[in-house]
């Protein structure tokens, strides 16, 4: 038995009509089951039930087993004081309240769901509901691909306001840590999280208008300014304005150790990055409030083209190694990730903090006027025939992979509660 099975049959009312008795034998009605809660908290809130002829309202808790309130420490947790109805599959256990006993219900779930459920959970394909999607309408696949966009959002926004917390709700700096972290991709996000945090963004806008002594800042603090490089006259300029700058801010410089340069194509090397970091840093001042500013994608991606057409770093990749001349700018596919994972959420997340729709539709409408991402989640689901128009629809279904499908989440998902809900012809 499943937790979220047990939601899905309460929200859905689908325990039959047999009339209700709690555990100790006290008729109950469910007037309303109440509003699923998708943060922490009690599972369902605002729900109505009629106990021994009394209206309660309040919030219901849903569990597989009665003893798991204890093992969830929901005892001492004031959030779960208002809990006017306990609904268990097993009830091992009662429950109290600041002494009082708590109703529990011990639900009835109908052998067709524990059946279907069972069943669709023991088909070993690539996502568990495979053999069934033919008969899953094209309507019903967008339905849920739009309400994914907005979830895939919301999960985006979480993480944003826990930077947030960590820069006293600073949008810049937090836009920056965020920047910073997903230029590094998958290969050197964290190290370039960790720069981040140790070099504030208000330090290097002291400098903006001095591209050598952001870039000192920058590659410094990495730690890629420590080796003795004497025939290398711009390396030995950056590191001297480093050892200024260091001292003048108090700076500690990262251990070089932590960059990876191996298996890499040399524009996406970490030097590389920092250069067009510089470039953005030196080119553009209050970055953030320009992003909100633009309502344009196309103007977005011109902010961001990050193009290097002169200076040392059109014919170096990294420091002391000459390469041909050739312009430097951050490819259009790296360009679409940063935009996916970087300035879309932070937009999506400012308008919904400070309750400007019109920033959420914004950030919603640049996901669909960007192409779909090409990686083995989207390119199985266009195999099932799931609509791939956009990036909407691309982080839609690398949402639901990763949150459902992977987590055996089917009775969460719209089309696993159509599969199981369904009653087999008599």
Not at 173 to 196: D, H, I, Q, V, W
Not at 293 to 319: A, D, K, M
């Given at each position: ?11 859905n009312?689908l ?15 469910i ?8 943060d ?11 106990l021994?002829?009394?209206?309660w309202?309040?919030n219901i ?16 947790d ?28 011990q ?28 008969e899953?309408s ?6 849920l ?21 960590e ?30 945090k ?13 591209l ?5 800042l ?13 025939e ?27 960059w ?19 470039q ?12 909100l ?39 259009n ?14 937009i ?16 919603v ?7 779909p991402?090409?990686?083995?989640i ?9 609509s791939?128009s ?12 990763n ?21 087999e012809?008599?």
């Amino acid at each position: 038995m499943n937790e979220k099975l047990l939601q899905f049959i309460w929200q859905n009312k689908l325990y039959g009509s047999v009339a209700q008795h709690t555990t100790d034998g006290k008729p109950v009605e469910i007037l309303h089951p109440g509003y699923l809660n998708a943060d922490a908290g009690p599972d369902f809130s605002a729900a109505k039930i009629k106990l021994e002829g009394i209206v309660w309202v309040g919030n219901i808790e849903i569990h597989v087993n009665a003893s798991d309130w204890h093992k969830h420490h929901h005892t001492k947790d004031k959030a779960y004081e208002n809990t006017i109805l306990h609904v268990i599959y097993n009830a091992d256990t009662n429950i109290e309240i600041n002494k009082r006993k708590v109703a529990q219900l011990q639900l009835n779930v109908p052998n067709y769901l524990i059946q279907n459920y069972t069943s669709l959970l023991n088909h070993k394909k690539w996502i568990y509901c495979e053999n069934e999607l033919s008969e899953i309408s094209f309507f019903d696949k967008i339905a849920l691909s739009n309400r994914l966009i907005i979830e895939r959002l919301e999960q985006k926004t979480s993480l944003i306001n826990h930077l947030l917390v960590e820069t006293n709700n600073d949008w810049s700096e937090s836009f920056y840590r965020l920047l910073l972290r997903n230029m590094g991709f998958k290969t050197n996000g964290l190290p370039f999280e960790m720069l981040a945090k140790s070099l504030p963004l208000k330090t290097l806008a002291r400098h903006r208008h001095q591209l050598i002594q952001i870039e000192a800042l920058i590659f410094g603090q990495a730690g890629l300014l420590k080796d003795e490089m004497a025939e290398d006259e711009y390396y030995q300029k950056l590191s001297k304005e480093y050892q200024f700058l260091s001292k003048k801010y108090g700076l500690i410089p990262m251990e070089a150790s932590l960059w990876k340069w191996a298996k890499m194509r040399p524009s996406n090397f970490p030097g590389l990055r920092m250069a067009q970091i510089s470039q953005l840093i030196f080119r553009s001042e209050n970055l953030f409030s320009k992003i909100l500013e633009l309502e344009e994608l196309e103007l977005i991606r011109e902010l961001f083209s990050l193009e290097i057409n002169e200076g040392y770093w059109i014919e170096h990749y990294r420091f002391g190694k000459k390469s041909p001349q050739k312009n430097k700018s951050l490819g259009n596919q790296s360009l679409e990730l940063i935009l996916i994972n970087t300035i879309i959420p932070m937009i999506f997340a400012y308008g919904k903090k400070n309750q400007r729709e019109e920033l959420m539709q914004r950030a919603v409408q640049f996901f669909e006027k960007l192409a779909p991402e090409n990686n083995q989640i989207t390119r199985n689901f266009a195999k099932l025939n799931f609509s791939l128009s956009n990036a909407a629809d691309s982080q839609a279904l690398i949402h639901l992979y990763n949150n459902y499908c992977q987590k055996d989440m089917c009775a969460a998902c719209s089309i696993g509660q159509k599969i199981i809900s369904k009653k087999e012809d008599v």
